[in-house]
């Protein structure tokens, strides 16, 4: 795919249309939208996160402190070479998207956003309407249905498998129910990737919390289109096996190598990391 391409020329084809928004069905990806103060989001969205900033108030910040690892996370990886990110569960753009940080480092890095809400797709058609952009693609796809997504010609076009990939997870295994296996949807997307590549993934917990707030955490969600299923380390832990775990290992998403000593003292109930695939 040639650089330069935008977002608005690869989004056409299979986008569906606004009647999927279900406005009366909270969602993550518009929920998380109001924690870190954006506009894209309904009454039933501000009512679920509502519930949830009744028992954690410091949500916001978390949700800023989880945005801030992508960021770190991205800048590392591209800056050691990798020019290829599939970022499933992207959420609603905002600022300091993927795309922006990567391509700051190498213009040349292209960055495939999947997400199942047609909503994201939506907004980011218009934010990637303008001229800037590097090459940069959005499809509508779900997580728990990994084979589709590596055999989708739209993300074969644009992502080269024979090639090391940023493969990203950021905050979204905990809308994956044991159930619905997350760790056989990991590792069926890790094994199309080569050596090489890296796994940037972050995953709500509730080992900083008392049982109570977990639970409550649990109920805000309970109405929305995914519910949470927060893990504990050790579950966590698990998503990165037989990988390379970068230092710090898996920590508190505040503390993978902040930037000062201040933001690694934030609170958020989440933890991240980054490997890489040998």
Do not use: C
Request: charged share 20%; hydrophobic share 45%.
């Amino acid at each position: 795919m040639a650089e330069n391409t935008s977002w608005m020329d690869q989004t056409t084809e299979g986008f569906r249309p606004p009647s999927d928004l279900h406005p009366e069905i909270p969602h993550p990806a518009r929920i998380y939208n109001y924690f870190l103060g954006g506009k894209d989001h309904f009454p039933a969205d501000r009512e679920a996160a509502e519930k949830v900033l009744a028992f954690a108030p410091a949500t916001p910040s978390a949700a800023r402190a989880n945005r801030a690892f992508l960021q770190r996370a991205v800048r590392y990886v591209a800056g050691e070479g990798i020019t290829q990110f599939l970022d499933i569960g992207t959420g609603i753009p905002t600022a300091g998207n993927t795309h922006e940080v990567a391509q700051q480092v190498d213009p040349a890095v292209k960055v495939v956003y999947i997400d199942n809400d047609p909503i994201v797709l939506a907004h980011a058609r218009a934010l990637m309407a303008g001229p800037g952009h590097g090459a940069t693609t959005v499809l509508q796809a779900d997580l728990r249905d990994p084979a589709a997504i590596l055999a989708d010609p739209r993300v074969r076009e644009a992502i080269d498998f024979g090639q090391p990939v940023a493969l990203m997870l950021v905050a979204v295994l905990h809308f994956v129910d044991d159930e619905q296996d997350p760790y056989g949807l990991v590792k069926t997307l890790l094994d199309a990737l080569v050596p090489g590549s890296y796994l940037i993934l972050s995953h709500a917990t509730g080992d900083f919390d008392p049982p109570e707030h977990s639970a409550a955490g649990k109920a805000a969600y309970q109405k929305a289109a995914a519910q949470v299923s927060p893990r504990s380390h050790p579950e966590v832990l698990r998503f990165f096996e037989g990988l390379e775990l970068l230092e710090p290992g898996v920590v508190a998403v505040p503390k993978w190598r902040p930037e000062d000593a201040e933001a690694a003292e934030a609170w958020a109930p989440g933890y991240g990391a980054v490997a890489r695939k040998a």
